[in-house]
C-alpha cells in the first residue's frame, strides 16, 4: 500500500507541473499578440495579430500590395503594440492633353497631387479640368490645358478718305481732282491666346499709327447750268413769276411821243427788246436774266432788268415787246426767270 501511495503522488507532482508549465506557455503566447490599426484608404479597422512583421500581418489578412500602392512602414517591420500601418492603394485615372489620353494609376485622389505624382508640371497660365484642388473619384478623367500667349505686331494700311467739296467755280455736273489721296500705316499689337494649340483668344491691346492717311479731295461743281433754245449760259438762282407785256402805246406806258421820257427806261437806258420790268426789290436793277416759258411757247430769252413799273410787285416781271399785238398775244401767263450767273 505504501509503495502504490507513492506512486499515485509522484504522478500528481508530474500532472501538476505540467499544467504549471502549459498554463505559463498559454500566458506567454498571449502576450506575444499585438493591437494595430490598418487604414486602408482613409478607413480605420482595429486588428489583434499574433503575426510577427507587417508583411506576415498582410499574408494573414490577405492583403495585396502591389508596386504602386503606399505603405507607412517597410514590409518587413516587425510589428508593435499599437502600431498604425497607413496603406493607399493605387487607383486608375485617365489623363488627356492635345487630344491624347493616357491610362495612369496614381495613391492620391486630388488633381493637383495626382499631376504631381505623375511628374507633370503646369505653368502659371495653364490650368484643368476638374479643377487643381479638387478632389475626384477613380476614373476620372483629368484635361490638362497648356496655355501659351503670343504678342503679335502687324501692320495695317490706313486706307483714305473720299472727300467732295462743291465749288461755284465749276458747273454742276462737272469735277476735279483737287488733292490725290495716300494710304497711312499703321501698327498693331495683337495678343492671342493658345489652349493646347488651339487659337482661343485674340484681341488687340495697342494701335501706333505710323503715317496718318492724307484725303482725296474731290471738287464738285455747283454752279447751275441751263440749256436752252437760245444756248447755254449759267445762273446763280431761278424764280417763278408772273408775267405780262408792255410796249411803247400810252396804254403801256401813259405817254406819247413827244412826252418827256417817252421810250426810256427808269435805268435811263432806251426801250428795246431785252428790257423789263421788275419790282428792285425783288430783282436788283441791272440784273441779267434769262426768261423760260412754261407753256410750251418759244422762250422770251435772254434781257435785263432796266424798268420798273407801278403794278411790278413782288414777284411779277413786264417784258417788252415792240408791237402791240405781240404784247395782246402775251397777255399774261407764268415763266421761269433765270438770274445769270454772269452778274457778278
Not at 80 to 94: H, Q, R
Request: net charge negative; glycine share 6%.
Amino acid at each position: 500500500m505504501e509503495k502504490s501511495q507513492t506512486h499515485r503522488v509522484k504522478a500528481l507532482k508530474v500532472f501538476t507541473v505540467l499544467a504549471i508549465s502549459t498554463t505559463l506557455s498559454l500566458g506567454a503566447y498571449m502576450l506575444t499578440a499585438k493591437d494595430v490599426v490598418l487604414t486602408i484608404d482613409g478607413k480605420d479597422e482595429e486588428v489583434k495579430t499574433y503575426s510577427n512583421t507587417i508583411e506576415e500581418l498582410l499574408d494573414e489578412r490577405k492583403i495585396f500590395i502591389d508596386k504602386y500602392a503606399y505603405i507607412n512602414y517597410p514590409l518587413d517591420t516587425k510589428l508593435e503594440d499599437n502600431m498604425n500601418i497607413i496603406i493607399e492603394t493605387a487607383k486608375p485615372y485617365i489623363i488627356s492633353m492635345k487630344g491624347v489620353q493616357n491610362e495612369i494609376v496614381s495613391i492620391y485622389s486630388t488633381v493637383g497631387d495626382i499631376l504631381k505624382d505623375q511628374n507633370i508640371e503646369l505653368d502659371e497660365d495653364d490650368y484643368t479640368y476638374p479643377h487643381i484642388d479638387q478632389e475626384v473619384a477613380p476614373g476620372t478623367e483629368i484635361a490638362i490645358f497648356k496655355v501659351e500667349k503670343i504678342m503679335e505686331e502687324v501692320e495695317e494700311v490706313i486706307p483714305f478718305q473720299k472727300l467732295v467739296k462743291k465749288t461755284d467755280e465749276l458747273d454742276i455736273g462737272n469735277e476735279r481732282l483737287a488733292q490725290e489721296g495716300e494710304n497711312g500705316l499703321k501698327k498693331i499689337k495683337i495678343s492671342k491666346t493658345y489652349e493646347n494649340g488651339q487659337l482661343v483668344k485674340e484681341e488687340v491691346v495697342d494701335e501706333i499709327v505710323v503715317k496718318e492717311a492724307v484725303p482725296e479731295i474731290v471738287e464738285r461743281g455747283t454752279r447751275s447750268v441751263k440749256t436752252s433754245s437760245r444756248g447755254t449760259f449759267r445762273y446763280s438762282k431761278v424764280l417763278t413769276m408772273t408775267a405780262t407785256a408792255y410796249d411803247l402805246s400810252y396804254e403801256s406806258t401813259g405817254k406819247r411821243p413827244g412826252d418827256r421820257w417817252y421810250g426810256i427806261t427808269a435805268s435811263g437806258t432806251k426801250a428795246r427788246p431785252g428790257v423789263v420790268a421788275v419790282d428792285p426789290n425783288v430783282i436788283p436793277l441791272g440784273t441779267k436774266l434769262y426768261v423760260e416759258s412754261l407753256d410750251g411757247t418759244p422762250d422770251y430769252g435772254f434781257c435785263v432788268a432796266e424798268d420798273t413799273g407801278g403794278a411790278i410787285k413782288g414777284n411779277k416781271i413786264d417784258l417788252f415787246f415792240e408791237t402791240a399785238e405781240e404784247v395782246r398775244r402775251f397777255g399774261r401767263r407764268k415763266v421761269r426767270v433765270y438770274i445769270l450767273d454772269n452778274n457778278r
